[in-house]
């Protein structure tokens, strides 16, 4: 990971999205280790977006698909989110279904969008603790419980947050986000005092 500077007139926009490649590549890696047999992986990393879908383990079964998208909430924060509508980021070749959710309300529609919705942030150090099977394990425990929350798996990284798993932090993310707002803080007040005294 390249290191982003405290100050955004020194931040590049090539270190910026090189550093989101590197996650968004960490990323999938982990996913796809966890994938078997028949599983299928999906990313567009245009629309920021990783799915995959799980063989039914019955014949009578249906595939099961889970997806996620990873933003960037400033220089130094990474966000996976489950918030956004999948019908245009997902392919109907990938997934059949997308193709009649986009035209009209359906039962396929409803499985797309029903589940848990998140945001968990975190940052370059928690990366390591993010790129693992708790990842996966994670985003499917979403869909297998869309509208119990207190369901979905504690996930250690952030479970500590009081807003997991809606809404979360990490530790490191959190510190990483105040020490560098304290620095903008800083130097917006000595450029203030500075113009003042011209």
Not at 8 to 28: C, D, G, K, P
């Amino acid at each position: 990971m390249i290191k982003i500077p405290d100050h955004s007139w020194r931040q590049t926009e090539s270190a910026l999205r090189a550093n989101f490649r590197e996650v968004f590549q960490r990323l999938t890696e982990t996913i796809q280790s966890t994938l078997s047999g028949a599983d299928q992986l999906y990313t567009k990393k245009k629309a920021r977006i990783i799915a995959w879908k799980r063989a039914p383990l019955q014949a009578s079964a249906h595939w099961r698909l889970c997806f996620v998208w990873l933003t960037q909430y400033d220089c130094s924060t990474f966000r996976l989110r489950s918030n956004g509508d999948p019908i245009y980021d997902i392919t109907a070749k990938f997934w059949p279904p997308i193709s009649s959710a986009r035209r009209i309300i359906s039962c396929a529609g409803e499985r797309l969008v029903n589940h848990y919705r998140f945001e968990l942030s975190f940052c370059a150090e928690d990366l390591a603790q993010v790129a693992t099977p708790d990842l996966v394990r994670f985003i499917e425990s979403t869909f297998e419980h869309p509208d119990n929350g207190e369901a979905i798996w504690r996930w250690p990284l952030f479970a500590h947050d009081r807003s997991y798993p809606h809404y979360a932090w990490s530790g490191p993310a959190s510190r990483e986000y105040e020490r560098r707002r304290s620095i903008r803080e800083k130097y917006e007040a000595r450029s203030q005092k500075t113009s003042q005294s011209l």
